[in-house]
Structures are given as C-alpha cells and as structure tokens.
C-alpha cells in the first residue's frame, strides 16, 4: 500500500518524461523493483538501470503483451505476477526475448485482452478468466459454483497435472491460446452505497433480490439467478460509475480487484460469498509460443512457473496487509481507509449457498453447459474431475501452503 502511495507521488508529467527516455516498459519493470518511498530520483535510476539491461543485447523476439487496466501501482495491490513474469523471462532468456508492456487498457480491455491475443494484435495477455469467457467460452471451466472450496484448492489445482487436461489443453486446442498462470481469489458481491447504512450481512437472505453486476461468464450467471441475486451485466470499466450511480446494488467480483480498480470509496461491504472463480490469469497466442525456439518455450514455462509461486505468497500477503481482507480490518490498508467493513459470512450460510446453486446439489440448471463443456475438453465430466481435484487437500489449509508444482512436467 506505501509502495503504491508513494509511486503516486511522481507526478504525470515526470512519469512521461521518464517514458519518453526509456521506454513505458522499463519505468514499469524498473519501478515494480523498487521498495520504500518511490521519488523521481529513484524512479529515474531504477527506470535506466532496467532500460540498459533490457537492451544491453538485441533481440531475436519482442513480444508484446496487452495487460488490460494495470500498471505498476495496481499490481502492488492485486498482486497478478504480470510484471515479475515479463522481468524474469527476459532476464533468464538473456534479452533474446524482450516484453512490450502495454497496460491501462491502452491496448487491449478486460472483455477483449484475450481476444486480441486470439487475433495476433498482442502475443500476450493478462484479464480475469470470467471477463475473458465471453470471447473464450471454455473459460467458462472454472465458473462452476462452489466447485473450488478455498484459494488453496484453486492454487492446488493449478499446478495439477489435471489442469493440463481439464483446462489448458482443451483452451489451447479450441481457443489457441496457452493458459501460463493466475491469481487465485473467490468472488463474492461488493456491495454499494445502498449498503452503507445497513448492519454488516450476516445472512445469505439479506442479499436475495438485490441487483448485481456479472461478468462475461455464463456459469457465473446461473449461479447468480439461482441465489437470487439478479445478475446484470456491466463492463468492468464501467462498473465503478454502476456502483456510484446507484444502477447496482452489488458486484460480483473478488477483494483485490474492489481496492485495485479505486471501487473501495463506493464499496461499503465486502461480502465472502466465495460462490466461483476469480482468476486473474495470464496467458499467450499459442501459435506465438509455438514459433519459439525450444529453449525460448522452456524458458517462458519456468517463468511462469516463477511468477505463479510469486503470486501465490504475495497475493495472500497482499490480501490482508494492502487490501484489507481480514477480520479484523488491518489500520492503514485500503478497506479501513475507506470503511469497506468485510462481512465472512458463517460456515452454514455458505452451506446454504451451495446447496442452492451448485451442480453437487442442484444440477438440472448446468446441465445444458455442462454438456456442452465437456464436449469441448474431449468427453471428461470437467466439473467432477476439478471437484475431486480440489477436495485433495485438507478443507483448512492455507492457501500459501499448497506446494508448488510444475503442472506440465507431472503429466
């Protein structure tokens, strides 16, 4: 959170400068390096320093990567492991690939980021699988309702063997795109200003009718319509002013993305529904990885293999100490700054969630995209497989604890 504030201290125009030297590339990595107070100075040294590593050797591929909204403050506070993964990789490749960062929806949005990597406008991306799913529907894979208990189980996952099978080989085939790593967080509802004067929910009953935001996924919406919570669909840039304007009540999405995206002063509660996915995922053109040299594709795999250990620990860290999703709200991060009061709704509100809207108890409405999505992976029972999967590891165990796994060596 300092880091961030601080970073914002550099004014616009000084940051343009400094972008007009070096690159917007190497202000961003060389600023993602820096600890304590950011000043111009510091800025500027740590900006030259990764400009003249950058370029100490030329190129054989540079490849550009659209990163939706985010730049070097908002991934200090959702830590998507964007920044640390285009470093590595053109450090462990020793400049023979060099990244293009494009971020702030300069290039590409959440809703097309993938599509455009798809289309060969960028080679590499960064949005939500949800936002994503709308252009890519087989994303629509992990939007099954409750069928991940906890972010550990997302993180274990992940680096299963089974999410080469379940997940990025059926997108790679159908999509050509290749799914490299993700943050790991659960959706629940964000709920606006008609929230503010009401005692903290407690009970799942208490946000029946209420309106929401939803995302491109489908599944998302069933399990919305299912919990009565009127799923309304909004864009995410727009969904701020939605918020704001009193359109929603609510929106669907995850913690980190209500404090990166500035939607915490319309926020009044955070609400841990942890009803499906919220999976900030970077990927790439698989005919782009597929172009490289074999030692250039090994070596973006053990970078992403790096950034998704990295977003692992620092995500969670990030969670509490930056974002505020604690109970009790930690003085000085983002939620406690905007009296965003976090509501952890009880084991047996959860309990009631689920037995209303997930396939486990409720299949008949998931039938139809089931169906349809285990077509596409080749005949599996995709939300049975990823349920059994994720039940492998203890119910409670934490999240910074799954042991990490290179998903594409255990197959």
């Known amino acids: 959170m300092k880091a961030a504030r601080a970073l914002s201290q550099v004014s616009r125009r000084d940051l ?35 400009y003249e590593k950058r370029f100490a050797n030329e190129p054989k591929h540079t490849l550009k990567m659209g990163a939706s909204g985010f730049n070097t403050r908002n991934l200090l506070i959702e830590r998507a492991g964007v920044l640390e993964f ?33 289309l060969g406008v960028v080679d590499m991306y960064a949005a939500s ?25 997302q993180y274990y996952f992940l680096y299963s063997p089974a999410s080469q099978t379940m997940l990025r080989d059926p997108l790679e085939k159908r999509h050509g795109l290749k799914f490299l790593f993700s943050h790991c967080e659960l959706r629940g509802l964000q709920m606006g200003q008609s929230f503010a004067d009401k005692p903290t929910v407690t009970k799942l009953e208490e946000l029946f009718g209420t309106r929401n935001r939803v995302t491109g996924t489908q599944l998302g919406r069933i399990a919305m319509q299912l919990l009565n919570l009127n799923p309304t669909p909004i864009a995410w840039e727009e969904t701020l002013d939605g918020l704001r304007q009193g359109l929603v009540d609510g929106a669907e999405t995850w913690a980190s993305a209500v404090a990166y995206a500035n939607m915490s002063p319309v926020v009044s509660q955070s609400v841990d529904l942890r009803f499906f996915c919220g999976t900030e995922h970077t990927g790439m053109s698989a005919e782009k990885f ?3 040299e ?82 596409w992976q080749g005949g599996a029972d995709t939300y049975q497989e990823i349920y059994n999967v994720a039940r492998e590891i203890p119910a409670d165990m934490k999240a910074e604890n799954v042991e990490p796994r290179r998903w594409w060596r255990s197959v």
């Open 16 to 50: 343009l400068k400094l972008t007009g030297t070096y690159g917007m590339s190497s202000v961003i990595m060389g600023a993602a390096t820096l600890t304590g107070a950011v000043t111009l100075p510091s800025l500027a040294r740590a900006a030259e320093s990764t």
């Open 86 to 118: 285009a470093r590595d990789l053109e450090e462990r490749t020793e400049g023979e690939i060099r990244i293009e960062f494009i971020g702030d929806n300069q290039i590409c949005g959440q809703l097309n980021c993938a599509e455009k990597a798809q």
């Open 129 to 153: 699988t949800q936002n994503s799913a709308g252009a890519v529907p087989y994303l629509n894979v992990l939007d099954y309702a409750y069928m991940f208990p906890s972010r550990a189980a």
């Open 290 to 292: 597929d172009s490289l």
């Open 294 to 375: 074999p030692h250039l594709q090994d070596a973006i795999m053990e970078s992403a293999y790096l950034a998704q250990v990295h977003v692992q620990a620092a995500n969670e860290a990030a969670l509490v100490n930056t974002v505020g999703y604690s109970d009790p709200i930690l003085p000085g991060t983002i939620f406690a700054e905007n009296d965003v009061r976090v509501s952890f709704l009880a084991d047996d509100q959860i309990k009631m969630a689920e037995e209303m809207c997930s396939p486990e108890f409720n299949p008949d409405p998931w039938e139809q995209w089931r169906e349809r999505i285990n077509g």
